[in-house]
Each structure stands twice: as structure tokens, then as C-alpha cells.
């Protein structure tokens, strides 16, 4: 199992970003998928979890309205579409499929 993440970057408050994270090894399209974040000493966070299908999603109280998760099952691709984000929301994004995680991705909102 490979999970690798991309997007990640430095946007200021207010701004959008776009994770992706590229799933091998096995069939991607009938597992759930979920993001997590974890900031600096803090621990890690569930963000945002989509259904095998993307029929259902749900997602952390702190970032519901501003982030949305999808995932294409043709390209073994989940994504996490993140508008208005916020100087909290700076953290290493990952993610995940049961006991398997990818390497991260950082984001950092700053001005």
C-alpha cells in the first residue's frame, strides 16, 4: 500500500488549497478514505472521511463549510479542497486507509 500526498504549500489567511493524495496497492475504490492533520505538539486530528463510493462524507467541526473532500476512483485520487483557510489550520496533512498513512503534506497559512 502507497498513499502519496501533494498540494500542500504557504497561502495566506483567506486562501484555497488543493491536496491530493495518490492510493496504490490496493482497491482503492472500495475503501473509505480520510484526511487527518496534525499541528505542532498537538495531536493528530481526523479531518475529513469519504465513503468508498463518495456518496457520504463527514468532517471535523472546525472545518466544516470551508473544506470538501472527494475522490476520483478512476485515478485512485482522494482530494481535500480547502477554502478560507485559517492560520489554525496550518499543520502536516495526511492521509489515510486503515493502518496506512502517507508521508504528509505541510500547510502553512501565514501573511
Known amino acids: 500500500v502507497q498513499l502519496v500526498e501533494s498540494g500542500g504549500g504557504l497561502v495566506q489567511p483567506g486562501g484555497s488549497l488543493r491536496l491530493s493524495c495518490a492510493a496504490s496497492g490496493f482497491t482503492f475504490s472500495t475503501a473509505a478514505m480520510r484526511w487527518y492533520r496534525q499541528a505542532p505538539g498537538k495531536a493528530r486530528e481526523l479531518v475529513a472521511t469519504?465513503?468508498?463510493?463518495?456518496?457520504?462524507?463527514n468532517y471535523a467541526d472546525s472545518v466544516k463549510g470551508r473544506f470538501t473532500v472527494s475522490r476520483d476512483n478512476g485515478k485512485n485520487t482522494v482530494y481535500l479542497q480547502m477554502n478560507s483557510l485559517k492560520p489554525e489550520d496550518t499543520a502536516v496533512y495526511y492521509c489515510?486507509?486503515?493502518?496506512?498513512w502517507g508521508q504528509g503534506t505541510q500547510v502553512t497559512v501565514s501573511s
Open positions: 469519504i465513503s468508498s463510493v463518495g456518496g457520504s462524507t
Open positions: 489515510n486507509r486503515a493502518n496506512y
